[in-house]
């Protein structure tokens, strides 16, 4: 058997092992999953009026439901890989590495394994937040299928990004408890990005750090695509931005699992 063949056939065994664990105990990801859907009927039931004024849209909530989806959407995102964090850090503290490290497997095909399994576990999130932001108003009517195409390349993309962030998070963490607070900047930079106001009308000693971080360039390239606003530059920062953090995130996961004394 090949060394290709070998890594796909292990990494594909690790694949189903970590959708039954997801299956098995969906607690963690519903938890996650509750802070997006929560902040999108706070922001639209409680502030909306207020926030569509302020972004120009009068009192037409629908204009701010617009506006806030595209950022949602990405901070479903990361608040899902946090579960991959947690996940990985159990499986590193509980010996079951240890007697992986034993087997005739290939050894990257633990870390593919769940890679793959939270950009699928992303994407369905994604497609529940959707769905609820669809049912509340949502609506992308000038998008076009190829418009449609990049936006959901874009998702899966930024995904895998986070993902190997992710899983070098859960592995120089000692225990879950501390995956999930490492991992927590992942949930909280969307929150400092222009997800819920355009950053122009943030403090001028602010904007830069909004501006400057991966999330912006995202979220501007998302709302682009599917409502038809200015791109300019943001599509091509959101592709640096995300193969930099997905090599990143893979050379240093890489490396953290090689060298695990546990």
């Avoid at 936006?151 to 895998?160: K, Q, S, T, Y």
């Avoid at 931005?241 to 240093?252: A, H």
Wanted: aromatic content about 8%; glycine content about 10%; hydrophobic content about 50%.
């Amino acid at each position: 058997m090949s060394s290709l063949t070998l890594a796909v056939r292990d990494s594909s065994t690790m694949l189903r092992r970590n959708l039954l664990h997801a299956r098995r105990y969906p607690s963690l990801t519903l938890n996650l999953l509750l802070t997006p859907i929560m902040l999108l009927l706070l922001f639209v039931y409680i502030f909306g009026d207020v926030m569509s004024a302020g972004i120009g849209g009068g009192a037409d909530r629908s204009v701010y439901i617009a506006y806030i989806v595209p950022g949602l959407l990405l901070m479903t995102i990361g608040s899902t890989t946090i579960g991959t964090a947690v996940s990985v850090s159990n499986d590193m503290t509980e010996g079951i590495i240890a007697r992986f490290r034993t087997m005739a497997i290939h050894r990257g095909s633990v870390l593919i394994g769940h890679v793959i399994g939270s950009v699928l576990q992303c994407i369905a999130s994604v497609i529940l937040v959707g769905a609820v932001a669809v049912a509340i108003g949502f609506r992308s009517t000038n998008a076009t299928a190829l418009e449609w195409i990049a936006a959901f390349g874009l998702l899966v993309l930024f995904a895998m990004a986070l993902t190997w962030i992710a899983v070098g998070m859960g592995l120089i963490s000692p225990n879950a408890e501390a995956a999930s607070n490492n991992a927590m900047p992942l949930i909280l930079l969307p929150l400092l990005s222009s997800a819920f106001i355009p950053t122009d009308t943030m403090p001028g000693w602010f904007q830069p750090i909004a501006q400057y971080q991966p999330f912006t360039p995202a979220i501007e390239t998302l709302r682009g695509l599917l409502l038809g606003s200015e791109i300019g530059n943001n599509g091509w920062l959101t592709i640096a931005w995300s193969l930099g953090l997905t090599v990143l995130g893979y050379y240093w996961s890489k490396a953290k699992f090689n060298d695990d004394p546990k």
